[in-house]
């Protein structure tokens, strides 16, 4: 599988079409794209619709991989994005909507304003049951860009403030019962977030090191945080990643967490030191 194996000829698709979803969002065209590309979100950040997913080639053309949805039932699905045609081609390869294509297109309204319009294309529908299943396909594209769109809108949130690192390796802060948890706060110049863990105080990386996904309520199970965007993991200790992804991707290994900081208590308060 690569980029040049077969595309579609232009334009359109020979399969029933069903109906159309469109939608604004306040994002640039380089988030969509990546938000496209980026597979390894479907079972965190829409895991009321997709249980696993195996990726078996992606690139900067796109992606094939092995879904699962929340249901149970498998699929195979190829996106294939056209930068040219401001456009990527969803396909169905297997499984129960098999043959199915869905195409979105992206229209630039200015440097973060997008439209896109997703058409849906549904391959033995009979004619009285097309408005019906299409109007499921916008249902589920709502949800699934009210997801989208929060992540997008959280990840450009991040990538817009000016990190500042300082050689500050301690602070002070109130009191434990003057807290309210989890509590926000800076060291180094980094956000960092006071949490309870199983009765303990716990401090770590408020953003995860991957795509600036939130940690402030991520999972922590075991001495290891969970990110709700791909749900990469990583040992508070050390800020290694100890899992491999949905794939085993080896590639994103090199990705950790800054070790999370020493939490004590002394006489004024709740003390946060830089692990050395
Ligand atoms: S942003 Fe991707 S795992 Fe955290
Ligand atoms: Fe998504």
């Given at each position: ?40 979100h479907l079972p965190y950040v829409h895991d009321s619709s997709f ?85 499921a396909y916008a249902r589920l594209y709502h949800q699934l860009y ?131």
């Amino acid at each position: 599988m690569g980029n040049n194996s077969r595309q579609r000829a232009e334009p359109g698709s020979q399969i029933p079409h069903v109906g159309t979803y469109r939608r604004a969002m306040s994002v640039s065209l380089e988030r969509m794209y990546e938000n496209a590309l980026d597979w390894e979100h479907l079972p965190y950040v829409h895991d009321s619709s997709f249980g696993s997913i195996k990726v078996q080639d992606s690139g900067r053309w796109g992606w094939k991989a092995a879904l699962v949805d929340s249901r149970g039932r498998d699929s195979v699905i190829e996106l294939r994005l056209d930068r040219e045609s401001r456009r990527w081609i969803t396909r169905n390869l297997a499984g129960g909507a098999l043959g199915s294509e869905i195409w979105t297109h992206v229209f630039v309204l200015g440097e973060r304003s997008i439209e896109i319009v997703v058409d849906f294309f549904v391959p033995g529908v009979s004619e009285a049951d097309r408005n019906k299943t299409g109007d499921a396909y916008a249902r589920l594209y709502h949800q699934l860009y009210d997801e989208d769109e929060a992540m997008m809108l959280a990840r450009q949130h991040e990538l817009d403030q000016r990190f500042q690192p300082s050689s500050e390796t301690a602070v002070q802060l109130a009191p434990r019962s003057e807290l309210s948890l989890p509590h926000s706060f800076e060291l180094g110049g980094r956000k960092q977030v006071l949490r309870e863990v199983e009765g303990s105080l716990v401090a770590h990386a408020a953003v995860c090191p991957h795509q600036s996904g939130p940690l402030t309520n991520a999972e922590l199970i075991a001495g290891e945080i969970i990110c709700p965007w791909h749900g990469y993991r990583f040992r508070l200790e050390d800020g290694v990643r100890v899992n491999p992804g949905a794939n085993g991707n080896a590639s994103v290994s090199h990705c950790a967490l800054r070790p999370a900081p020493v939490v004590s208590e002394n006489s004024q308060g709740v003390l946060i030191t830089a692990s050395s």
